[in-house]
């Protein structure tokens, strides 16, 4: 861009010279000399580029093609790095994530059971700039799916008459505070905070969305 820049200004000055020089010249033989002298010289400033490129050294014009060449391939081969190295990253924190629910699973087992529950799903999810640190537990969330276990004793009741609004509002409410009562538990045992949990226990009638 700026030998073009230098070839346009080299012309333009060359024809505001010429216009002096003919102003000042007489109108006489001289002048159509003159003109001729100055016509000519226009015409080699104007290929003065090509005569540029005739002088030049082959080699280096093949080294500056090749280095063109050369630095858009780097930057392909970069692109190309750049993204593999995010795919393997992504890869890391998806097995990060995968062997932290392995193991918040088996570390609740033992207390689950207790509580006559067991584990259906557990998810773990994080923000990515946490998982290139040491993670703290309160940089990740967690979701639970939690099942009540089977075979529990059933207990004979008379048949009653009961008012069904009451009864689901109660069921409703007792079972937001039994999801309250477990993720407190399972945050004891994951050293977390119950908020960075949501929970959901199946076969009840509440649900947690945090």
Request: hydrophobic content about 45%; aromatic content about 6%; charged content about 30%.
């Amino acid at each position: 861009m700026s030998f073009l820049t230098e070839w346009i200004t080299s012309i333009i000055l060359f024809i505001l010279f010429a216009i002096v020089i003919d102003l000042l010249l007489p109108n006489s033989s001289m002048q159509k000399y003159a003109k001729m002298v100055v016509s000519l010289l226009l015409i080699v400033v104007m290929l003065n580029p090509i005569f540029a490129l005739f002088r030049a050294d082959p080699d280096q014009i093949f080294s500056e093609l090749m280095k063109g060449k050369e630095e858009a391939q780097s930057e392909e081969i970069k692109n190309q790095m750049n993204l593999e190295k995010k795919e393997i990253q992504a890869s890391q924190r998806a097995y990060i994530l995968k062997q932290m629910a392995v193991q918040l699973e088996k570390s609740a087992k033992e207390p689950l059971e207790k509580e006559s529950y067991e584990m259906k799903h557990v998810e773990v999810l994080a923000d990515e700039e946490h998982l290139d640190q040491n993670m703290e537990a309160d940089q990740f969330r967690i979701k639970a799916v939690l099942s009540p276990l089977t075979g529990d004793a059933v207990e004979t009741v008379a048949k009653v008459d009961i008012d069904l609004s009451r009864q689901k509002e109660k069921s409703a409410e007792s079972s937001s505070k039994e999801i309250k009562r477990v993720k407190e538990k399972l945050a004891d045992v994951w050293n977390t905070s119950p908020e960075h949990i949501a929970l959901n226990i199946e076969g009840g009638d509440a649900a947690d969305h945090e």
